[in-house]
């Protein structure tokens, strides 16, 4: 029987229903659905690599490394997977297990476990302590100031936009989400504002450009604040931003008159968002305003998932949005308003996914093939997750309460969204 047949029946043996794409081995032979993606097996190393971990890792794995591969549409590949996880209920018997494993010493998977791919993460130290938090950022947003110049906009500006259609440009969205940021912030000339993980400086050099803010901006990358600090030369605009290399639990300036956080909270961990919220709290003058931009999941899966933890972000935590107002509210913040973005991020990886696959071979030669591929499905999955809302990402504007308990917002004025 040919390589791509024996593979299909043991495979749907395994998950108890049809595979949802064509499969096509490292013999060239093809199996299975007739229609749509075409799973590529290159080599029995794929196989072996699911045998060690039978599940999103082993699959990550494979597919980073070029072992295992995609014809046609990614991301139509991944849902229909995805919806099969969601459908399928497989009852292995004692007899089918046996199968499984004859049909793995036949075909040669058994083996040693196979080294992680180098682009694979690996951390050390306690989660979430400082030294932990560095190493991790700097494993994803050190990657190369060219790598991400040549994948998002002009702004350098790596959250979900803000589109007035779908079709924007994501120039254009881009720089409306930073007008939304400052515009629900109430920024005026003269006004501090501190952007906590400031990325290569976007929402800091928009708010001075612009709105004529005086900003400090925190990082833990040496990669963004280098860029960030050219730019600001570029645009004459050193004398009003200051960007550091300094962690959110170090920050002890006099209160700002505001703070913007754009997709930062994800990284400070479920044990210490606590402390991320009343920093943010003890950051903000009395009446001050905070504008907190952050990715969701819902309660029973937190965590980014095995391929962002090992790939992308690690130690990445998310939790539903209303368990971070509560945790936002603990600290002594009102929350005003919560603005849900989930269908502009759908839009926002889209034009990135659509970037990545325009300057491949170029950002390959930048970065390797391995990380080019961490991307490439990186950003597949996530336009599904948020497509398909198992992920979300909201807008929340809070405000620090006077003494009396006096938000400062007036009771004329409108929220602005």
Partial sequence: MAI???????????????????????????????????????????????????????LARAYVSGELDVEGDLAEALSRF??????AKPKLTLKDKAAIVRTGLKLGV??????????????????HSKDRD??????????????????????????????????????????????????????????????????????????????????????LSAEQRAFILARLDEYGLADQVEVRLQDYRDLDDE??????????????????YPVYAATLFRMLKPRGRLLLQQMSRGATAQGGGAFIESYVAPDMNMRPVG???????????????VHALREHYVWTVRAWARTLEEKWDELVDLVGEQQARVWRLY???????????????????????????????????????
């Fill in 82 to 87: 995805w919806a099969l996880a969601r459908t």
């Fill in 4 to 58: 791509a047949s024996t593979l299909a029946q043991t495979a749907e043996r395994a998950i108890g229903a049809p595979l949802p794409v064509r499969l096509r081995a490292w013999d060239d032979s093809e199996a299975g659905a007739a229609d749509g993606p075409v799973a590529i097996v290159r080599s029995r190393r794929a196989l072996r690599r699911l045998l060690w971990d039978p599940n999103e890792l082993g």
């Fill in 323 to 337: 368990q971070t107002v509560d945790l936002l509210e603990q600290a002594g913040l009102e929350v005003r308003d």
């Fill in 134 to 219: 560095r190493a991790a950022i700097a494993h994803h947003y050190d990657l190369s100031n060219e790598f991400y110049s040549r994948v998002l906009d002009p702004q350098m500006a790596y959250s979900c936009a803000y589109f007035t259609k779908p079709d924007d440009p994501i120039e254009d969205a881009q720089r409306a989400k930073l007008d939304l940021v400052c515009t629900k912030l109430d920024l005026r000339p003269g006004d501090r504002l501190l952007d906590v993980g400031c990325g290569w400086g976007s929402l800091a050099i928009h708010a001075a450009r612009h709105y004529g803010a005086r900003v400090t901006g925190i990082t």
């Fill in 255 to 272: 209160p700002f008159d505001a703070i913007g956080t754009l997709e930062m909270g994800e990284h400070v961990g479920a044990a210490n």
């Fill in 110 to 127: 058994f083996g040693k476990r196979p080294p992680a791919p180098a682009a694979e993460a690996r951390l050390s130290g306690d989660e």
């Fill in 379 to 417: 950003l597949a999955g996530g336009a599904l997750a948020f497509e398909e809302n198992r992920m979300g990402v909201d807008q929340i504007l809070a405000v620090r309460p006077t003494a009396d308990g006096a938000s400062g917002f007036p009771a004329t004025r409108e929220v602005f969204l």
